[in-house]
């Protein structure tokens, strides 16, 4: 079992930054990677970035140049910096832990970006 817990999100303007976070515990070993999907309304849920336990980032073309994911291994806590936000980046983002059977999923955090 692992526990996701996040934290950050909220509302700006276009051009603004936001941070979130996410702590894990639990199960902490098992997983592989960490990262955050969103889903704004009427869409589906993407892949915003992740990062593996080695350190290996990945992102979504959208946020390629404006998002940077990071993990904290001490505190088995993952960030993700969003800056130059747009309106299109508005959805409740979902932190994610990848384990080998399955994936674990945070309680989701609005971002609202008003232009």
């Known amino acids: 079992q692992v526990q996701l817990v996040e934290s950050g999100g909220g509302l700006t303007q276009a051009g603004g930054s936001l941070g979130l976070s996410c702590a894990a515990s639990?199960?902490?070993?098992?997983?592989?990677?960490m990262g955050w999907y969103r889903q704004a309304p009427g869409k589906q849920r993407e892949l915003v970035a992740d990062i593996t336990s080695v350190g290996r980032t990945n992102y979504a073309d959208a946020v390629k140049g404006r998002f940077t994911i990071s993990r904290d291994n001490a505190k088995n806590t993952v960030y993700l910096q969003m800056n130059s936000l747009k309106p299109d980046d508005t959805a409740v983002y979902y932190c994610f832990a990848r384990l080998v059977a399955r994936h674990y999923w945070g309680q989701g955090t609005q971002v609202t970006v008003s232009s």
């Open positions: 639990g199960s902490i070993s098992s997983i592989s990677a």
